[in-house]
Nanobody, 115 residues
Framework: QVQPVEYGGGLVQPGGSLRLSCAAS????????MGWYRQAPGKERELVAS???????TYADSVKGRFTISRDNARNTVYLQMNSLNPEDTAVYYC?????????WGQGTQVTVSS
């Protein structure tokens, strides 16, 4: 059973940075798309950024120029570098992997941006 696990959430001041990572143990083949989603209180879960196996990326308009997604296929890991954070970025962040046609979700990590 593939179980991605997120790391790196926490409390940060406005204007600060955080780096999230998401990894799973074992040999895992065929991870096509790796993505980050977030869900703020009272809001629907939304796509933040995604990256396909060839390296092409997609970003939500709200994070373009501030967040960067990357992946290390050898380590089965996806990263999300978040800069210039603001309170509107406060949410639980989830990683999602697509293997074949099946999605695998992590349990989520809380990111809180507050002074």
């Amino acid at each position: 059973q593939v179980q991605p696990v997120e790391y790196g959430g926490g409390l940060v001041q406005p204007g600060g940075s955080l780096r999230l990572s998401c990894a799973a143990s074992g040999r895992i083949a065929g991870i096509n798309t790796m993505g980050w989603y977030r869900q703020a209180p009272g809001k629907e879960r939304e796509l933040v950024a995604s990256i396909v196996s060839g390296g092409s990326t997609t970003y939500a308009d709200s994070v373009k120029g501030r967040f960067t997604i990357s992946r290390d296929n050898a380590r089965n890991t996806v990263y999300l570098q978040m800069n210039s954070l603001n309170p509107e970025d406060t949410a639980v962040y989830y990683c999602r992997w697509l293997i074949g046609m099946r999605p695998y979700w992590g349990q989520g990590t809380q990111v809180t941006v507050s002074s």
